[in-house]
């Protein structure tokens, strides 16, 4: 299946606006984050399991126990954002 990940704030700017990952059937929004950690580089430094990142699944607040549907939109954001 294939979900969409936005990045928000520092983390936009570590990695850019977006971009779309291909997961197994049934995947969670924390195997979603290992999968992108796995990648290594600012991935890794900035999705790490020390730090605190926020998600959203379909544009609401969401636990990393939830599962992933195609065509998701995942969103991951540091605690507190400005604006």
Known sequence: MKVHVR???SLREALGP???VEL???ATLGALRDVLVARGGRHA???ARGRA????LDQRM???HEALAD?????FFPPVTGG
């Open 24 to 26: 197994p059937a049934g």
């Open 7 to 9: 990045y928000f704030a």
């Open 53 to 56: 990142v926020r998600c959203s």
């Open 45 to 47: 430094e900035v999705l």
């Open 62 to 64: 969401a636990d990393e």
């Open 71 to 75: 065509g998701a939109e995942v969103g």
């Open 18 to 20: 977006n971009e779309a």
